[in-house]
């Protein structure tokens, strides 16, 4: 005789996986001299299009980014369509698009998107 398997709910000594849930994501627009204007224009673009907040243009390198980039700040019932937007409408500029889970480390390296190609971000800075 076989012997089923119990499917009572696991009891209060076993460890469960706690799943992080996404607070937003942030869609950083990459951009050199060369390509500032159109980064800035996108990025206002963007904020007009989406009412998403849009952070300032950093020239140079800051935290983990390689390169200079603006900072998009997208709510989660509103990423598909800004991504979709982005896009068709980034042209050769690269984007980096992340999660905000509170996992600083996972939202940069695994819990990302990258529209163009990726570039090696600077993790050190998030540590």
């Avoid at 983990?64 to 991504?83: E, K, M, Y």
Wanted: glycine residues 8%; aromatic residues 6%; charged residues 25%.
């Amino acid at each position: 005789m076989s012997k089923a398997k119990s499917k009572r709910p696991p009891t209060s000594g076993t460890k469960r996986r706690r799943t992080k849930t996404i607070r937003n994501f942030h869609a950083h627009v990459y951009y050199d001299a060369a390509t500032r204007q159109p980064a800035e224009k996108l990025c206002v673009a963007a904020g007009k299009k989406f009412g998403v907040k849009v952070g300032r243009m950093h020239d140079g390198p800051v935290g983990p980014h390689p390169r200079g980039s603006c900072q998009l700040t997208v709510a989660n019932d509103q990423f598909s369509d800004v991504i979709a937007w982005l896009m068709l409408h980034r042209g050769a500029l690269t984007v980096f698009a992340h999660a905000q889970t509170g996992d600083t480390i996972k939202d940069h390296t695994d819990h990302v998107l990258w529209l163009g190609s990726s570039e090696k971000l600077k993790l050190s800075a998030l540590l």
